[in-house]
C-alpha cells in the first residue's frame, strides 16, 4: 500500500483504505471457510450475469435458482434501485463495511464503496448489474477502480521504517476510526 501513499500523498482516505481494506479477511482466521471469505462478490436475490462463467456449475445446484422471485434479471429489486440497497454475497469485503457502519467512521463514502466493492469484480471490471446502479454508484464506480489499481500492482520494493509506518498509519486511522471497534 505504500503506492497509494506515493501517489496519492494528500488523499489520506484512500490511504487507510489500502490499509484496512482486507482486514475482514481475520474471519478465515476465526474458521469461516474459504468460500465466504474471499473471492468475487455479486448480488444475491437476482439471476446471476451470465458472464460469470466460473460459477455456472455451482448456479445450477442453488435452489434460489428454481424460484421466480429470484432468478430474474430483476429479482427482489427494482431498476436502478441503488447498490445500497442491494444484499451482496458474504465476504471479506461486506464484513468490513458493516463493521465500519456499526462503528465509528469518518471515511467518505468513496472510501466505504471502496472496501464493500473491491471484490465485485462482474460490477468494476465487467460492467455487469449496471441496472441496479443509480447515480452516485456511477460515480463511485470510478473510485472503486481507481483503489483496485493500487490493491493489485503495487508492491513496494525498499525495506520500510517499521516504527515510522506504524505511527503514521496509527495516528491516520484514529482520526478515521478512532477509538476500539466492535466487530
Ligand atoms: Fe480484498
Ligand atoms: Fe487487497
Known sequence: MAGIREANPDKEWLQVTGLIHD?????????????????DTLPVGCAPSKRIVFDAQY???????????????????????????????????????????????????EALYAIRFHSFYPWHTSEDYMFLCNNKD?????????????????????????????????NLVEKYVPGKLKW
Open 23 to 39: 482486514i475482514g479477511k481475520l474471519m478465515a482466521v476465526w474458521g469461516e471457510p474459504q468460500w465466504c471469505v474471499v473471492g
Open 59 to 109: 448456479f445450477a445446484e442453488n435452489p434460489d435458482m428454481d424460484d421466480p422471485t429470484l432468478n430474474t434479471r430483476l429479482g427482489v429489486y427494482t431498476e436502478n434501485c441503488g447498490l445500497e440497497n442491494v444484499l451482496m454475497s458474504w465476504g471479506h469485503d461486506e464484513y468490513l463495511y458493516r463493521v465500519l457502519n456499526a462503528n465509528t467512521c469518518h471515511l467518505p463514502d
Open 138 to 170: 456511477l460515480e463511485m464506480l470510478q473510485w472503486v477502480r481507481e483503489f483496485n489499481k493500487f490493491d493489485l500492482y503495487t508492491k513496494c520494493p525498499d525495506t520500510p521504517d517499521i516504527e515510522q509506518l506504524k505511527r503514521y498509519y496509527g
